[in-house]
């Protein structure tokens, strides 16, 4: 569906100058672009984002609670994100994607988690994770081999994570031995999203630990069974989201399937998937939000609508704009990687607040699919620390 909305942008009007202090200069370099608040969309963005509005209704809503207590994604819903071409919004068409804004993509993971997040991370990690490494880091005929895959049929899982390696994401224990022309892959992986259901892994394994970063490389594989299913973990929320460990014995990866060679692969993407996590908590937040609220004007005390109370009320008040506040830093982040303008502390805050507010529902399934936000793509924590480093770096 959406690798064939067409790509026009809203007319943006010119602006009258009106005021005697308008016409400084600063205003003269501007005169005739309106500078746009965080809320201006393209038509293609709006259309996105309707679009998958009604796909989350439609199709994912009625399947919410089944795919939580079976603690399953429905295969149905993988086969329709592909349908509706959300699961390869910014590969280019050459490669069979939509060949949309990373702005996008940030749409499509809110709108879906307003239903359901674990359908939201599903889509979030396939996108701004697996996809974003083979575009920005494989060679062209890698592209070539994975993107029209990931584009069409085949799920995507990021392979990180280890035990000993969770905030410390270069303390990687798995090997990758080089044999001739192929890598022989040793040890293993935990809390792997989509592992039990994808089809195409990467994998990051460390070649040399005497090289920090330097020595760490990333691998892209079909599923294969000589990587094993240690165990799918029961989780509190996001339960239809698989997390699985894999260990991996003996695994051989042909040398053509290292992606990007020897680098800073990982944390470089973190930073981009942190925006996704962020509109993750962000749809949560307001998927429970608009769940919760309009019964408060329905049911009545004291002959007016309990919402009406201004003990209920300024609750409301608070918690929207606790939500604004979230989707303005979500969407200043996506903005600005869009823009080539560095990113990364407002990535952090913006996954920092959005996981905080995603916390604050009361609404039972919400509140238990908010819990990870303060974990994965880096746990609060560590994203206090990188906001610190830069305000030391800014002031110091």
Not at 6 to 27: E, H, I
Not at 123 to 142: I, P, S
Not at 378 to 385: D, V
């Amino acid at each position: 569906m959406f690798r064939n909305i067409v790509k026009t942008a809203l007319p943006v009007p010119r602006r009258t100058v009106a005021r005697g202090f308008a016409t400084t200069r600063a205003r003269r370099d501007v005169e005739g672009a309106r500078i746009a608040s965080l809320d201006t969309f393209t038509e293609e963005e709006n259309m996105i984002r309707e679009s998958v509005q009604r796909f989350a209704t439609d199709v994912v809503k009625p399947k919410v609670r089944e795919m939580d207590e079976n603690e399953m994604m429905d295969p149905s819903i993988i086969k329709g994100l592909f349908e509706q071409g959300l699961m390869g919004i910014e590969t280019s068409a050459d490669h069979g994607g939509s060949e949309s804004s990373f702005t996008s993509a940030i749409i499509a993971i809110e709108e879906l988690a307003k239903v359901d997040p674990s359908v939201s991370v599903l889509c979030d990690v396939h996108n701004t994770l697996v996809n974003t490494v083979l575009r920005k880091y494989a060679t062209e005929e890698q592209k070539a081999k994975w993107l029209p895959q990931l584009s069409e049929s085949k799920l995507g899982s990021f392979c990180l994570s280890e035990a000993a390696s969770g905030s410390d994401a270069f303390a990687l224990q798995t090997r990758a031995t080089k044999s001739g022309d192929d890598y022989i892959i040793n040890g293993s992986k935990m809390w792997i999203t989509n592992s039990y259901e994808a089809e195409i892994f990467l994998v990051f394994a460390n070649i040399d630990s005497s090289k920090g970063y330097k020595g760490i490389t990333c691998s892209s594989r079909l599923r294969i069974w000589a990587s094993k299913f240690a165990k799918k973990e029961e989780k509190l929320g996001i339960r239809a989201s698989s997390t699985c460990t894999l260990t991996f014995d003996d695994v051989k990866i042909p040398a053509a399937n290292i992606i990007g060679g020897e680098g800073k692969i990982a944390i470089e993407i973190l930073n981009e998937g942190r925006i996704g996590i962020a509109a993750q908590m962000l749809g949560l937040a307001q998927g429970a939000f608009d769940l919760a609220v309009p019964y408060t004007y329905q049911r009545s005390q004291f002959g007016q609508p309990i919402g009406t109370f201004q003990g209920m009320a300024f609750q409301f008040a608070e918690a929207a704009t606790q939500i604004e506040a979230a989707r303005l830093l979500t969407y200043n982040a996506a903005r600005r990687k869009e823009s080539g303008l560095s990113f990364v502390k407002e990535a952090a805050m913006a996954k920092w607040w959005a996981s905080k507010v995603a916390e604050s529902t009361g609404v039972e399934k919400y509140w238990r699919d908010s819990k990870i936000g303060a974990i994965y793509e880096g746990t609060s924590n560590i994203q206090l620390q990188t906001i610190a480093k830069f305000i030391q770096k800014e002031h110091s």
